[in-house]
């Protein structure tokens, strides 16, 4: 935690920085605090990639989702980590907010239940910008929440590409993309 801070100041003196990827165990609400106040104060930030060793927590999850809402360029998302249902509920939230938005990728989203697949099946049809997402899901997710999924990306208004890992369905619902890259 007092290397995020030492870090999250550091980086708060460069306003160019494009790009924050970190690899790290899971953060701690105050980790996560200094991370989204870097975030808020990274006016040409386009890309935050998060590599955790473990699950984002609901309050971590809220902290990045504030932040996200405050990155006017913010491009590309990715949290190589499982958000709770309602950590989910906070990220889609916030995807609705960023309205430059090209890429989620939520890879080892494994925590996600139909709720949470439903609420980020709302926020992908609100997303004028969205270009590609990828989901990787391991959990029983039930073919109601893969329908929803579905018509959320069928509506989405910019939707190209969509990679799907680890879920049980009939790819030809997705028929009508651009791209769709599944692997059941």
């Known amino acids: 935690d ?3 801070k030492i870090l999250s100041q550091a ?8 790009s924050i990827s970190l690899s790290c165990r899971p953060l701690s609400d105050e980790g996560m605090a200094a991370l989204s106040e870097t975030i808020r104060h990274a006016p040409a930030l386009q890309s935050v990639c998060l590599e955790c060793y473990g699950p984002i927590s609901e309050d ?3 902290l990045l989702s504030e932040a996200i809402r405050y990155a006017p360029v913010l491009q590309c998302i990715t949290l190589a980590c499982g958000p709770s249902d309602d950590g989910m509920k906070a990220l889609s939230q916030a995807i609705r907010h960023a309205p430059g938005l ?10 996600i239940s139909d709720d949470g697949m439903e609420l980020l099946s709302k926020a992908i049809r609100l997303a004028p910008a969205l270009e590609r997402i990828s989901l990787d899901c391991y959990d029983g997710i039930s073919d ?3 329908l929803v999924l579905s018509d959320a990306i069928l509506h989405a208004p910019a939707l190209q590409s969509v990679q799907l890992k680890g879920f ?11 791209s769709c890259k599944v692997s059941c």
Do not use: E, R
């Open 2 to 4: 007092d290397c995020m």
């Open 11 to 18: 980086i708060q003196d460069t306003p160019a920085l494009q």
């Open 60 to 62: 971590c999850m809220k």
């Open 102 to 111: 090209h890429s989620i990728d939520l890879s080892f989203a494994c925590s």
């Open 144 to 146: 109601d929440a893969m």
């Open 168 to 178: 049980d369905f009939d790819p030809s619902i997705f028929d009508g993309l651009v």
